[in-house]
């Protein structure tokens, strides 16, 4: 089953892919008249829409029944404002009536196209009444794609519903009938795949909204290296964290401090990070939402004890990166909330299995993680679910690219996101920002500029 969000998705990854609403919802009108005239086949038909583009599903599959059924709206034309659903209705070759007019004892079949998925109570007035109408209709009801006000206390309850491409949550027998699933030519990348659809998913700001409210993010890192840490930080700034603290040791202290006064900084006690750290690192994660730990961290065993002891200790959602990854690959298994970033070397360290031979689900179930494969192609699986990206160029091969993604990632994790959405959504915005950034920088580009163009991919995708 899929969520009503899950079906905007898909719809917006569709259109990405060169395939319109138009050309679904023309697909979806011809599955419905399929099982309205091997169902019922001489039955005289209404076909009842809205103004969405249920409505419009409903007004594509009269084209394909031509005489045999009449188009009734349920609201005047003016009212329908969805583009496809417009044309559908511009190109309708019969006349039209107005269901208030209408006398349903005329009829055998309904076809139900008054509200499709995502409809939210209280119905308006006239939905309402349509919806009483067809209670007590004495004929036989299909729906498309949902029934009208599913999950409402007063809902259309059809004999079959012509659900498109996969059942919708909350579908059973008991509400929706026999459930028909009609393929409407969704392709598999826009299913499998992440794309600007994505972006629907995105926690933006309530207009009300205070600092700290929308993100606050911990890293642990730096040690032999500085600048991963403050480029992972500056990337979850970047894709909308409010606020982000670096933990790191002496040496890094001030160099990262006089990149940017953005950052709250905290110094620990040595050179590089040691268990003795642990205590206090847990106290600053009272403070904030997630945590991400292991950029420009090194390989001091000093330090990959620290990291163990501090993912074990850790009670916050946690993203594992670079030189994290090296040291919790002793642990066999996870607690709760943990999404690992690695690249191929690094995965087969951490699952002791070469990359070809290997079922990323399996090592997920196995080790409670989440996995975020970064490569030409990202793949992001956590237990039973997996999606993969595509976006990105060969130029972000340069160093911190990495760093970038893993705080793109935490940065939507703080901001309330699960380690699965997060990943999808941040290796989507990541390959796209280094997209963008390739057509002005070429193969000159670097990891800062991936960083710089990530405001402009949430300005373009998000709706």
Known sequence: MISPLESRILDMNCEALGITIDTLMESAGAALADVVTKEYSGKKILIAVGAGNNGGDGMACAKHLGKKATVALIYPPDMIKREQARRQFENLERKHVMFSDVSLDQYELIVDCGLGVGARPPLDPAMREYVKRLRSFKGK??????????????????????????????????????????????????????????????????????????????????????????????????????????????RCFVPISSITPLFIMHQMSDEIIEEKDVK???????????????????????????????????????????DGITATASMAVFPDDVLITPHKGEFERFSGFALA???????????????????VTDVIVHNDRKKINNTGTAAMTHGGTGDVLSGIVAGLVSKGMNMFDAACLGAYINGSAGEMAFDEKSYGLVATDVIETIPKILKRDLK
């Open 141 to 250: 009801i299909i729906s498309a794609d949902v029934p009208t006000g599913l999950g409402m206390k007063d809902a259309v309850v059809p004999h079959i519903t012509v659900t498109f491409h996969a059942e919708k949550e909350g579908m059973n027998k008991d509400n929706s009938g026999k459930i028909i699933v009609a393929d409407i030519g969704i392709p598999n990348e826009a299913i499998h795949a992440v794309g600007p659809g994505n972006m629907l998913i995105y926690p933006v700001p309530r207009e009300d909204s205070h600092k700290g409210e929308n993100g606050r993010l911990l890293i642990i890192g730096g040690g032999p290296y500085f600048g991963a840490p403050a480029m992972a930080a500056m990337a979850a700034l970047r894709v909308g964290a409010d606020i982000v603290r670096i933990a790191t040791p002496k």
């Open 280 to 322: 206090g690192l847990l106290e600053i994660t009272k403070n904030v939402d997630a945590v991400l730990i292991g950029p420009g961290l090194g390989t001091d065993e000093e330090t990959m004890t620290a990291v163990r002891e501090f993912a074990l200790r850790c009670d916050k959602p946690l993203i594992v990166d670079a």
């Open 357 to 375: 031979s290997c079922d990323l689900m399996s090592i997920s179930k196995k080790r409670n993680v989440a996995i975020l494969l970064k490569g």
